[in-house]
């Protein structure tokens, strides 16, 4: 039975795994190779020197990809721990239905102390390297990391738990003719403030949560700004409320002209590109035979966590998007603290590795592309409550669900008082904090 376990990572995933690891009598170490805990949610408003942030290696990479202005686009009720709810308590003075990113930090500060995860946090201790102890040994685990002092040390560990998040490595759009571009091009990876846009055309590639708010935070500043999306058939032109935004087509070329063109035959001169297309996995501590990501797909994984080869001592938490993501890193978590206690068990290598085989060949049959492999809409609630089964932690609520479809379906209406009006409409199934 694993009695010490490595945490990768001390943002929201980390975190909680922390709590339920340590709730479940483990011993427990995370390293963190930032100043502080929290992730995602640390806002820094340095941004990569390289604007598309294609090298995670460069010295003084970023790792954090909010905006100055981000709001949560889920509800405060979707975004907080079992036992520690951040709905109906306020951690840094924003109240709203969708605070803004210092509220979620601290939030994520104060879970991280009343757990007693704080203090197993090992700060400015970054993980260079994990192997297992031995060649055919997958029981024990050599972690290597460099402290603050800048010596680089290894301990072994019992088990391994991988959350060192995935929204740092941007995927750029690769656009025929970029070589003609002379323009600005940036990812939103590193996006802080509207105001180099000021007066210019941006088209933004991409309409996801952070496409849109992008946009249209852009499209104050800004001259004009043209959204390229490939789920946009339905929805093009001009932005119902917007003056000055328009939805395309996918992006086609840049012409030998400078001209931007999309795939519906319409061109704009524009003077910069904003790629709002997602980031990749990135695991540069792991070199593992049979571990891949390709496409962005992570595995093979028995069901997003353990990957069967190295189960259950090898674990990852926090890979599944487009879900209620706290839930789902805590359910994650529970499960992955249960196996290592004993208190559940996996099925053997070889039904692990067919049901990921089955997982694939349903993604295939439904036309779904590997890069989505990880990315649990539309089936939130069967991800959810198979992980809840695992653990005998209650099932989705109804109420929840539909405040997850709704918020989902605000982020796309490309309305920028969606979070607000939420609070005052009767039906929306939340209260006001
Ligand atoms: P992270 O928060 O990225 O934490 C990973 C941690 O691992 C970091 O602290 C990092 O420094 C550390 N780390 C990485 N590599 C190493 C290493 N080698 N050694 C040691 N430490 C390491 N989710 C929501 O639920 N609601 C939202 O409204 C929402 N908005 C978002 C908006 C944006 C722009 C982005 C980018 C994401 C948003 N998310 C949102 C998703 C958000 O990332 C998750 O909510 C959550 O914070 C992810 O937590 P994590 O622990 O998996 O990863």
């Known amino acids: 039975m694993p009695r010490t376990v490595a945490v990768v990572g001390a943002g929201a995933a980390g975190l909680v795994a922390a709590r339920e690891l340590l709730r479940a009598g483990l011993d427990v170490a995370v390293f963190e190779k930032s100043g502080r805990a929290g992730g995602t949610w640390a806002y820094d408003p340095r941004a990569d020197a390289d604007p598309l942030g294609r090298d995670p290696a460069a010295p003084g ?22 036992d520690f709810p951040l709905a109906g308590r306020v951690f840094a003075g924003d109240a709203r239905a969708f605070p803004g990113h210092r509220e979620v930090l601290a939030f994520l500060d104060a879970f991280a102390e009343e757990s007693g995860v704080a203090a197993r946090v090992r700060l400015r201790a970054e993980v260079l390297r994990v192997r297992p102890l031995g060649q055919e040994q997958r029981e024990r685990w050599v972690v290597a990391w460099r402290g603050e002092d800048g010596e680089v040390a290894e301990e072994v560990f019992d088990a391994v738990v991988v959350c060192n998040g995935h929204w740092t490595v941007p995927q750029v759009a690769e656009i025929r003719g970029i070589d003609n571009w002379r323009g600005k091009q940036m990812h939103s990876h590193n996006y802080r403030v509207p105001e180099p846009f000021r007066d210019q055309n941006v088209v933004v590639v991409g309409m996801g949560v952070s496409g849109a708010d992008i946009a249209l935070e852009v499209s104050h500043v800004a001259k004009e700004v043209h959204i390229a999306s490939r789920y946009s058939e339905d929805r093009l032109g001009k932005v119902g409320l917007c003056k000055n935004v328009w939805i395309h087509t996918e ?54 966590v353990f990957p069967p080869k190295y189960a259950p001592n090898l674990s990852f938490v926090g890979l599944p998007m487009k879900t209620i993501i706290f839930q789902s890193v805590e359910l994650e978590s529970k499960w992955v603290a249960a196996v290592l206690s004993g208190r559940a068990t996996l099925p053997g290598e070889e039904d692990m590795m067919a049901a990921v085989r089955e997982h694939y060949r349903q993604m295939e049959e439904a036309g779904r592309p590997k890069r989505h492999t990880h990315v649990i809409m539309p089936n939130w609630e069967e991800h959810l409550n198979w992980l809840a089964d695992q653990v005998g932690e209650p099932r989705l609520e109804a109420a929840r669900l539909e405040m997850l479809e709704k918020a989902v379906r605000c982020t796309w209406s490309l309305d920028e008082a969606y979070r607000d009006r939420w609070e005052q409409e009767d039906d929306s199934g939340t209260t006001t904090p």
Do not use: W
């Open 251 to 304: 992006v086609d070329c840049i012409q030998d002209d400078g001209k931007i063109r999309f795939t519906d035959g319409s061109t704009v001169v524009a003077d910069s590109i904003l790629y709002c297309t997602g980031y990749h996995y990135h695991f540069p501590f792991l070199d593992l035979d049979g571990l891949t990501v390709d496409d962005n797909r992570v595995g093979p994984l028995y069901n997003h």
């Open 61 to 82: 990479a970023v790792h954090g990809s909010l905006y100055a202005s981000l709001r949560t686009n889920l509800p405060r009720e979707l975004m907080g721990f079992s």
